[in-house]
């Protein structure tokens, strides 16, 4: 009985395949770690949103200073696995209409926060490939009397 057998491949192409899979590696490893990185961004950005919110829900209550306010904005973000220091204002606007029959006051918070981009490849890589600042502001209006 004779057997038939059929090779897959060539040895000549065998290593053409290796070839090609070295070249298209480094290629696919920066677009993964890309696709991470935007989604880490986009995480890392959703805290900060939610930071400032936070920060003015306190802010327009009586009885918080300021330094309250940019503590509880510091610990959200240290909860929510935000590194670094990020730079926090809380200021207060104060607006007076023309009939000055009332004024009205709001607190703005802004919360930024400097992204490393390719933060864990540039760390292995031993640089950096830039960085993105992550800011996000809250208005909210102080409905209470003072």
């Known amino acids: 009985m004779n057997s038939i057998t059929t090779h ?4 000549n192409e065998r290593g053409a395949v290796l070839v090609e899979f070295a070249l298209v590696l480094p ?7 890309g696709m991470f990185d935007l989604g880490l961004a986009f995480q890392r950005y959703q805290a900060v949103t939610n930071a400032a919110r936070e920060g003015a829900r306190m802010a327009v209550l009586p009885g918080y200073s300021t330094a309250e306010v940019e503590s509880r904005v510091r610990d959200y973000l240290a909860a929510s696995g935000v590194p670094g220091t990020p730079t926090i204002v809380v ?4 607006m007076t209409p023309v009939d000055t029959l009332f004024t009205l006051k ?15 490849i540039a760390t292995l890589v031993g640089g950096t490939f ?14 209470v009397a003072s």
């Open 8 to 11: 897959w491949m060539d040895d």
């Open 27 to 33: 290629l696919l490893l920066v677009l993964f770690a």
């Open 91 to 94: 200021s207060q606007i104060t």
């Open 106 to 120: 709001k607190v703005h918070v802004q919360v930024t926060h400097v992204f490393t981009v390719l933060g864990p």
């Open 130 to 143: 830039g960085t993105v600042a992550l800011t996000s502001e809250s208005v909210m209006r102080i409905e």
